[in-house]
Every structure is written in C-alpha cells, then in structure tokens.
C-alpha cells in the first residue's frame, strides 16, 4: 500500500468521527499493523496528514487530531423507495451526517420496483459511489431472503436502512439500522391499557416495509397485556377507503371497542371523522393512536401518535457505514432503535361500561 493510499485511509477514520477532533490517532507500529505496510510507509502517511493542519504529533504523548480534512473524501449512494412519504426525514438525517463528514451525496429512488431498484443500485455504482445506504423493497419480493444474500455481493460496502435480512443465517454479516416497530406498537398499547382499554381494534396496513411488523407488534402487546381481540376489529388493507374506513368505524361502534390501534395517520384521521358520523366523540367514547406521526398533531383533536426516529435512524446508518469506509475490519452492526409515544388530545380513560354487544 503507498504512502498516499495509506493517508486516504487516516483522513477516512479522521472525517468519519472514528477518531474525532482531540482524540489520538492509534500509534504508528499499531497503524502499520493495521494497515499491512512498513512503519516508514505510515510515518510518511502522517507526515502528509500534519502538513495539511489534520494532525499534530505531541513528543511522547503521541498524535492527535486538531482539524478534519478540507475535501470531501467519499461519496455515498443512497436508494430510497420514496422521496415523498416516511423517508424525508430518513434522507434529513443521512444528509446531517454525510455533510458533517464532508462526504458527498447521490440520491435514488426505487419507487418500490424491484427491477427499478436494481437498474437505480448499477447507475450508483457505475457513478462511482464508494458506499451504499439501501432502503431495499423487501416486502414486495418473491425471495427477500435470496435477494438480500445477492446484495453481500456488491462490490462496495453498503448498509441497510430500516431493513434487515428475514431469514439470516446466524453469521450473517450484513450490517443494519432499522426501527423497533414491535417495542413502538407495544408502548402505545400499554399506554392504551393503562387508560383501562381492553377491547382495542387494529386498523392496519399490508404490503409496506414495516406493516408486518406493526401488525406483529399489535399481536403479541395484545396478548402480553391481555387485551379482548374483539372479532371483526383487526383489519388490514393495502389501502384503506373511505367507505371501508366508514364501515369500520359502525363496527367499532356496535362492537364496544373503545380504542384503536391506526397504522397511520392518514387512516386515524379518516376514521376520527368516520367515528363522528357514526356517533362516536373522539376521545370520550373512542380513543385513537397512529403510528407514524407524520401529520398526527395537524388533526383536530391531536393524534397521540408513535414516532419512528427516523432522522436518527438515517444519521446513525451513514456514521457506521462511514466507519466501515474508513476501516473494512469493522464488525457487523445490527441496530434498533426505539420509537417515541407523544401523547395528544385524541386518548381519554376508558369509558366504565363498555358497550358489548349481547
């Protein structure tokens, strides 16, 4: 490895945060071994690295970091399945982090195809993207799993985003950062059943990254706090209409569920205004909560909602991919991070008789 090889690789660990500003660079013998080549070989690697103002060495203390390199060392691919819903904030959030490592940005959507995705990943790649933050279309394909075994082939390191393999083997090695929606869902329904609700519905969603998991999440919270699942009150759809959502409210009605779990805000605040039609005030007699909290709080009332983070989610995935850049050694990641509940005016305390039908 030459010399200038070498402090491109100092300047990555300098401008990914590995080591941050003040902190001391791993001595040159551990450099060497770390690096494959001659002490000499990374004593002229650093010495570049102080005549550009990065690093000062500190005579028997060691080399310490004092600046960040001034151009942008890498630049990374990011394929989303949307740019318009859910992901803006995961974009914020990757953009926050990339652009304080001074590393550049390169967009894609997929738009949820498959055949696009791939067609999106070779135009990246031809571009000369040294990363990948993917957001792969998992749920919409024949073979997840296989698909994601073909991904540990790509030619440059890369990190899934609000995915994960879904049916890895133990040593699977793909790294990720994804939101705990199963722990999400549950903290809503304890908070729902600490207001004393048992007959809670579901109204839910099929066919998006994360619906199998939200629809998992309200399965095992209702049994884990023995909650009533009333029949006919858990449904999913891939997308809800007015009139079904009309139904749904007269069943909730007429079934004496008092809460419901909505799979986004959209949906929850079509029903608030179905539950009205149908007679039901929102929340004296039904309580709602959305996952998502995208508009939730522009609802009239305010819809407590769950809030993925996904900025965080975002920033957290490109800061690990930009470790993996500066050192390949770094083990595997696999991160979940956990939603938060804002409560709004949209829950009240059970009602003391709930209407059950005969």
């Known amino acids: 490895m030459k010399t200038e090889a070498v402090a491109g690789r100092l300047r990555d660990l300098v401008a990914s945060g590995a080591v941050p500003v003040g902190g001391r660079l791993p001595t040159e013998p551990e450099l060497a071994a770390r690096f494959g080549v001659g002490l000499n070989t990374v004593r002229r690697a650093v010495g570049r690295l102080v005549a550009e103002g990065v690093v000062v060495r500190r005579q028997g203390s060691g080399t310490y970091v004092v600046g960040v390199p001034a151009l942008a060392r890498r630049t990374v691919g990011v394929l989303v399945p949307s740019t318009s819903y859910y992901y803006p904030k995961v974009i914020e959030g990757i953009e926050r982090a990339l652009t304080a490592a001074r590393a550049g940005v390169m967009l894609a959507s997929s738009e949820g195809r498959p055949d696009l995705e791939r067609s999106q990943i070779h135009r990246l790649l031809d571009a000369g993207v040294e990363g990948l933050l993917l957001v792969p279309a998992l749920h919409v394909m024949d073979d997840p799993q296989g698909y994601a075994d073909e991904l540990r082939r790509l030619p440059v390191p890369y990190v899934l985003v609000e995915r994960r393999p879904p049916a890895p083997e133990p040593d699977d090695p793909s790294s990720y950062v994804t939101t705990h929606h199963v722990g999400g869902v549950h903290t809503a329904m304890r908070y729902l059943a600490g207001l004393g609700h048992t007959r809670i519905g579901f109204l839910g969603r099929v066919r998006t990254g994360n619906s199998a998991a939200v629809a998992d999440g309200f399965g095992l919270a209702a049994a884990a706090l023995g909650l009533d699942v009333v029949p006919g009150s858990v449904v999913r759809h891939e997308e809800w209409t007015a009139e079904q959502i009309a139904a749904y409210a007269v069943h909730c009605r007429d079934a004496g569920v008092t809460a419901v779990f909505c799979h986004g805000d959209r949906d929850a605040a079509g029903l608030r205004h179905a539950a009205r039609k149908a007679g039901l005030r929102v929340p004296e007699d039904l309580s709602l909560v959305a996952y998502d909290d995208d508009v939730a709080e522009l609802v009239d009332p305010?819809?407590?909602?769950?809030?993925?983070?996904?900025?965080?989610?975002?920033?957290?995935?490109?800061?690990?991919?930009?470790?993996?850049?500066?050192?390949?050694?770094?083990?595997?990641?696999?991160?979940?991070?956990?939603?938060?509940?804002?409560?709004?005016?949209?829950?009240?305390?059970?009602?003391?008789?709930?209407r059950v039908p005969a």
């Open 302 to 354: 305010p819809l407590t909602a769950v809030a993925p983070p996904k900025a965080e989610v975002g920033a957290l995935a490109a800061e690990l991919l930009l470790r993996i850049l500066a050192d390949p050694a770094t083990p595997a990641h696999r991160v979940e991070l956990q939603p938060r509940l804002t409560v709004r005016g949209s829950c009240a305390p059970a009602r003391r008789t709930e």
